[in-house]
DNA sequence: GATCTAAGTTTTGTTTACAATCTTTATTTT
DNA sequence: AAAATAAAGATTGTAAACAAAACTTAGATC
């Protein structure tokens, strides 16, 4: 009859793996750290079955590497690895934005609209401060993914390369041209509103694909 | 002291899963087969742990789904669900082919050429009978992925989108032209020879989402 | 002094047992 | 008779114990 006293503990497994989540985003398990099952079964206090399940579910989503009888390692983006990540993102949300453009309703356009009103007015007040860096590049990016209304792209992007994308972005400091963004952005809602999801697609993969090149100059004097 | 014996089983859960893909890929475990742990487990004579584990790696495939508390199901694909993959893999393998042109060496383009010479011969020798849908296809479209040497691709790709596609194509049967494809795949391998990304993009994307469109006048009469 | 070897310790992989939840079945009530 | 409730059965989630493999450390030999 009443299930939700239990304030929906949904599963140990499942609370542990969002909360290991989040601690891999925030940088407070650093790149390359060792997840040790019996520290973090004491840590957190829970066996450790459900901390395997957890830790295999990361690795599912890419954000740890197991080696057979050696263990868990947070993975380690190299930038050649996040070149990768930002070539398939490309492909990704180009289709998301081609796909947003027949799919979105008016309604969803029009709160998108007043997303990038809030934004506009953000930096105009704050002199071009990155704002954007924390949720509202995302917010911009999210509601076009979803506007897709393809569940696969949705959960691939949302569930699986957007904590890789976090998780880089904390350990090593990303800057960003917030007016340039903000542009772009409108650019790619003029393409939606006007239902062309051709030109949506070329607007978006030209965004993102901008952040790749950018990374692509700095691994020659990197590595190699 | 003889552990060699067992060819290489690198660890349990690992070797169950391969299994369970394959019984799944296969047709055996059949669309929305109900996966019991305790069955299976006794099936396979081995513990549940391991099993849980071969499951949760499954879930993170894409090719079966878990409820809390009530048991994991082979997933059922829909046609609007196959039309989401297809889409998918339009993005994806669109990009590769773009990389794979760029990436590419002169001896895995000549090994890919050898490739579409065999399918042509084949074909001519069968009368267009359906020898791509088993591995042809697939090889083809392997190579051009890995070629892109993006890991991320390589894995999206080929460690879950496959599988499902797989098991879709044993489950209902899926008719292609032969001629019409290996066509194709020869356009593609033009472009890729003539290191031309853009158009080598082009052609697979139009090469796949040509099934996507098959796919997609089959939904409405279906569903809705 | 450095390197190879071997024993010890730690960690992971696996099995077994227990608790909580869901599904099913049978009974009762309207 | 149909629907709702309650109890029984089965299944999943979790914890604890055991076995095997890998890393570490100490010792011996070159």
Redesign the interface.
Known sequence: MDTSSPPRM??LS?GIADKLVRDITSGDLPQGSKISEPELSRRYGIGR?PL??AI??L????LVIRA??VGARVVTLTRT?LS??F??R???E??AAR?AAENMTDQELGELEQLLETHAAYIEEHQGQAYIDQNGDYDFHYRIITGSR????IR?LCDELYHLMQMYRKNSGSRTRPEQALFEHQMIFKALKDRDGELAEMLMRRHIGQARREIKQFIEPEQQ
Chains 1, 2 share one sequence.
């Open positions: 949904e599963t499942q079955g395997r399940e295999l579910r690795e599912g989503m890419g057979p009888h690895e990768e990540i070539a398939v490309e492909a990704l180009g289709m796909l393809n569940q696969r792209l691939s």
